[in-house]
Structures are given as C-alpha cells and as structure tokens.
Nanobody
Framework: VQLQASGGGLVQPGGALRLSCSASRRIASTNALAWFRQAPGKEREFVAALSWRGGSPRYADSVKGRFTISRDTAKNTVYLQMNSLGFEDTAIYYC?????????????????WGQGTQVTVSS
C-alpha cells in the first residue's frame, strides 16, 4: 500500500493543523495506522496510533489532550488533528500502516510508510 501524507505547513505557537494520510487501496480491518514524527537531529518517534477496526487510540504522552487521530474508512484516510501546537512539535510527520491489528507504538511494527509532511511551529 502507498501512503500520501499532506496538510503540513507553517503555524504559529498555539495554532492548529490537520494532517491527512490517504492510502492507495482499501485498508483492512486487520491493520493499524499511526503517525510518527522526526525532528532535526532526533530519532523518529511515535505520536498516535489507531486500529483500523476502531477502538481506543493511543497517544504519546507529549501530545495527549492536544492531538487526535481519526480515520475515514470510506476514504481510506487517517487524520491527525493537532491543536495547541508548540515549538517542540516541529518535525516531519509520517503516517504508517502496520499488518498488526492493534494500535502498536513500536516503529518496527509498521511496514508501510508515507513520504512525510513538514510541520513547522514558529513565531
């Protein structure tokens, strides 16, 4: 499956963005989807994950209460609504699909990756 991420951009601190990730084919209910991010000079880190079949999403502690992951099964698209953005949220954001059905936080359990979309928080 190919993934196309979009929605990144430049935003002021306290602002909001919504990222989208569209899949090239139907996502199976046995898959999970996630967002990761990578800041300059840092390793890629988990942000949020959701099982395609639904259920409770998982979030990194650093984004809980600010970010929301959701999906549109009809459009094969996963979203990441990001509110109250801070400088520390500046990174390239990647969407990923796992063959596992559970919303895993482990990077190595995701087999398919999008190209990334840049989010820059700056005043």
């Amino acid at each position: 499956v190919q993934l196309q991420a979009s929605g990144g951009g430049l935003v002021q601190p306290g602002g909001a963005l919504r990222l989208s990730c569209s899949a090239s084919r139907r996502i199976a209910s046995t898959n999970a989807l996630a967002w990761f991010r990578q800041a300059p000079g840092k390793e890629r880190e988990f942000v949020a994950a959701l099982s395609w079949r639904g259920g409770s999403p998982r979030y990194a502690d650093s984004v809980k209460g600010r970010f929301t992951i959701s999906r549109d099964t009809a459009k094969n698209t996963v979203y990441l609504q990001m509110n109250s953005l801070g400088f520390e949220d500046t990174a390239i954001y990647y969407c990923a699909v796992s063959r596992l059905s559970m919303a895993t936080t482990r990077l190595e359990e995701y087999q398919y990756w999008g190209q990334g979309t840049q989010v820059t928080v700056s005043s």
